[in-house]
């Protein structure tokens, strides 16, 4: 209990000593690991949270989950193809994404 504490009084004096330019921010108390995505678009510039990349069959069998920090989707693609052959044993041969993977091979 004495650990816990000591925690939590450690992120309380990170968020009430950070400021504008810190880096590392902590953006929510309850989930101390989300990050501010800048998504770039006029009606909303940032988003909170983190990306997950979800890899599922063509009938709808999900192979794999993989949490990443604030990174570029097409920058996920191998490690996420990656984590699904070290669960499933199954090297992929097609793969279909969204835009925000466009000229990833």
């Known amino acids: 209990m004495k650990i816990r ?10 968020v009430l000593s950070q400021t504008k330019k810190s880096k590392n921010k902590i953006y929510s108390l309850h989930e101390p690991n989300v990050e501010c995505i800048s998504k770039g678009k006029e009606p909303k510039k940032y988003e909170f949270g983190n990306k997950v ?5 063509w009938n709808g069998v999900i192979l ?8 570029y989707d097409g920058h996920t693609i191998c490690e996420s193809l ?14 279909a994404g969204d835009r925000g993977y466009r000229g990833q091979k």
Request: glycine share 6%; hydrophobic share 40%; charged share 30%.
């Open 53 to 57: 990349s979800i890899i599922r069959s």
């Open 82 to 95: 990656n984590h699904v052959f070290d669960l499933t044993g199954i090297h992929l041969k097609e793969l």
């Open 64 to 71: 794999g989950a993989k949490s990443f920090r604030n990174e």
């Open 5 to 14: 504490i000591k925690e939590l009084l450690e992120l309380y004096h990170k």
